[in-house]
Every structure is written in C-alpha cells, then in structure tokens.
C-alpha cells in the first residue's frame, strides 16, 4: 500500500499517508542529527554524508530516508492517477528549479483537487482501496 504505483487514492488516504510520513521523516532527522559527535563549529556537508555512509546508524538512516522518498513518489503518483493523470507527470519533480514550482502546484492540485469520479483508465482490481471509506 505505502510503496506501490499502481491504482489510486483519494485525498483523505493521500493526506493520512503523508501526514504520517513528514512526522517519521521529522522524527528520523532528529534522530540522524543526534547521532553526530559533539563539535566545536559548523559540520560541513563532506562530513554529513561521510557519517551517513560510514556508521551503522547513518546505513540505517539512510535506508530510512529512501523508503520515505518511495512513499512520497507512491503517494504522488497513484494521486495523480486518481484525478486521470500519468504518473510520468512526477519526473518533472527533478528539473532544477522548475520542479520545485511544479512541487508545490502538486502539492496543491493532489491534496485540494478532487479526483475523477466514477473509473479511469488507471483503475485496478484493489484500486480505491476502502481504507477510509
């Protein structure tokens, strides 16, 4: 359900799902960031991604952190194909600077707009599935 790109979602799961996930995002975060050792100045991004790559808790982190970027990428992609769009459409997510505009036109249009009724081309067997129903 959380890492899958098929079917579709209505706003009320689409706002659970993510709500939940900024939280564990949040939370892990904190929890990365705790996890350095005491300095006396600023850490450089060099000795971030050195910490997260070369401890266990940063391996675990790190794992973490690209679970929670699929479920983003889930979550946007079977929104979109709720309200008879491709998913295809997210890939505009990677254009600098432009896919940050885009970002917050799809924030807008996924968690307001209200999806097609009735089928489309996108559903499936278990799409619309009655979490909230």
Do not use: K
């Amino acid at each position: 359900m959380l890492f899958s790109f098929q079917g579709r979602i209505g706003r009320m799961e689409y706002w659970t799902i993510g709500i939940v996930r900024f939280i564990v995002f949040v939370v892990a975060i904190f929890g990365f960031v705790s996890t350095f050792p005491p300095t006396s100045g600023e850490v450089e991004s060099a000795e971030v991604m050195r910490h997260l790559v070369s401890s266990p808790g940063g391996l675990t982190y790190l794992t973490l952190f690209l679970a929670l970027t699929l479920c983003l990428f889930s979550l946007e992609v079977r929104r979109l194909h709720d309200r008879d769009a491709s998913g295809f459409w997210v890939l505009i997510l990677f254009i600098p600077i432009i896919g940050g505009f885009y970002g917050l036109w799809l924030f807008i249009a996924n968690g307001f707009f209200p999806g097609t009724p009735g089928t489309n081309r996108f559903d499936t067997a278990g799409s619309q599935a009655s979490v909230f129903d």
